[in-house]
């Protein structure tokens, strides 16, 4: 039989996944649901998040055509990389002022974006394409879970359209199912035919920690089985789907791979700085997923 | 070979869905989007919505345990029937209070109660159960797209949770396919563990007219090949629908027949009394089902 996880390195973490899926195949249809954050868990959230990446390119493009952009606050200090005014000026200010580079766009404008922005992005500092900083392990699962007729959606913080840019192509996940903060459409009679355009209001809140439960609820009215998460952010996905019915798996990527990747602890969506994610995880009975320990390669072969 | 629509009269309506069924397999699979409104397109919605029946029952239930709710004036009027007070306090206000009477139920417990409903209701005047109250036609032609690689959605303005309760044992949709007008929901931790609890309070807007391609944009990120509705609160549903590139098909249904079903004109979702869906569908070029000329069959048969 061909291993479903090949870069997954024996020992408790691979067994408990494989066991997860060898019990899937008794659950019902229509209870296989799983449920991926996306930043941190199934692609590089550091040094900076892809999106702010996507707006930062964005950004520029708007200033290369209005130049007195560059002298409002959130974008000069995005453009020198203030850190000082960015922490003062708060992210979700940030990215909500960077989100207006992008209003007026129809959906399959924004989409074609997304698509030239990977085209020609790299990464930062790991010499790949933006698009292959994605986690060989979590696509193996994923595939996995997929194979075994669970239907995976991914739940993100992140922007919901742009994701769903990628979703299909890097994930094998149909844009719909993809679940994430929104921003809010108008729907307009032009001349070229009726339109939705985008604006630069965030419909209802960022996509994190309890929201992120309600809104997958809202969105597919299906409970998960599994999920997997990596950060504070990602505390009640994973709680949820680990307290339902039946065999459930809840997992959690810990970032300990300074060599690989990055050692860091994650600390997005939280409110709470006391509470580390991987010490909560051990107590609440997740699967530790240790880069280091438990992956025998991080990123895809070229 | 065997005819996809079997129920469906030779003519013009006929041999233009045959046509479209035809055209469809060119199209590449991510575009295969079609969308459907519920109510008076996939099943009846006179003399009262299914949901309306629903709430209802869901009132009477509530008032044997809290008799004094009796008294509240939406309720009192809902019970007696009186149209005078229902008009005044507005259909909007009404659901809403009929919704309270589910307020603290979990996803799991309000999905009991929609099944306890359909597994004893009656429609009022068609003598058969409510939930074969759909149309045998339009059941046709979701499974004629669904054959070919086409992504069906529901799309209604009536409640996302109680839709999605029948989803797919009526329709073949799953649950995560049904986008309509949403309650919100709390996330709570209780002493039998994390759960979601249904508040008396809607998000957003109800999902009727221009807001029904605002939250499909939101909920699926496609834009439809295919639409079918039947009010004007689907008009801008079925015309975005039919503005796209490539081979597009905009269905009306036409509720025309007194002698099997009804024949009324459809206003719900309208803001401009003067206009007649059926005469405006024709000018815009939608393809109109007259339910008396293009059904051979209205209902399944038991």
Chains 1, 2 share one sequence.
């Not at 659950?27 to 990446?53: H, N, S």
């Not at 055509?65 to 200010?93: C, I, K, S």
Request: charge should be negative.
């Amino acid at each position: 039989m061909i291993d479903p996880l090949p870069s997954w390195r024996p020992g408790p973490t691979r067994s408990a996944l494989v066991a997860f899926l060898d019990a899937v195949t008794d659950i019902p249809l229509p209870d296989r649901v799983a449920m991926f954050d996306v930043d941190g868990t199934l692609w590089c959230e550091k040094p900076e998040y892809v999106q702010l990446l996507f707006f930062v390119d964005g950004l520029q493009r708007a200033i290369a055509e209005r130049p007195e952009l560059a002298e409002r606050p959130e974008y000069a200090a995005v453009l020198t990389g203030d850190q000082a005014a960015l922490a003062e000026l708060g992210l979700a200010r940030v990215a909500l002022a960077l989100a207006e580079t992008f209003a007026g766009l129809t959906p399959a404008g924004f989409d074609e974006r997304v698509q030239a922005f990977f085209a020609g992005a790299q990464h930062p500092t790991l010499g790949r394409p933006l698009g292959t900083a994605v986690y060989q392990p979590m696509l193996e699962l994923i595939a996995a879970l997929r194979q075994r007729d669970v239907d995976v959606f991914l739940v993100t913080g992140g922007g919901t359209e742009f994701v769903r840019g990628i979703s299909l192509a890097t994930f094998g996940v149909a844009p719909e199912r993809v679940v994430g903060t929104m921003i809010k459409y108008a729907y307009e009679r032009r001349d070229e035919g009726p339109t939705l355009i985008r604006t630069a209001e965030v419909d209802g809140a960022a996509n994190e920690g309890p929201a992120k439960v309600e809104a997958l609820q809202r969105h597919t009215g299906r409970r998960p089985i599994f999920a997997a998460g990596n950060s504070l952010g990602d505390r009640e996905l994973l709680e949820y789907a680990l307290a339902g019915p039946g065999p459930t798996l809840a997992l959690l990527v810990d970032h300990d791979d300074a060599q690989r990747e990055m050692a860091y602890e994650s600390t997005a969506g939280t409110i709470d700085d006391d509470v580390q994610i991987v010490e909560l995880g051990r107590a609440e009975g997740w699967t530790i997923a240790s880069m280091r320990d438990d992956w025998t390669t991080v990123f895809p072969s070229a």
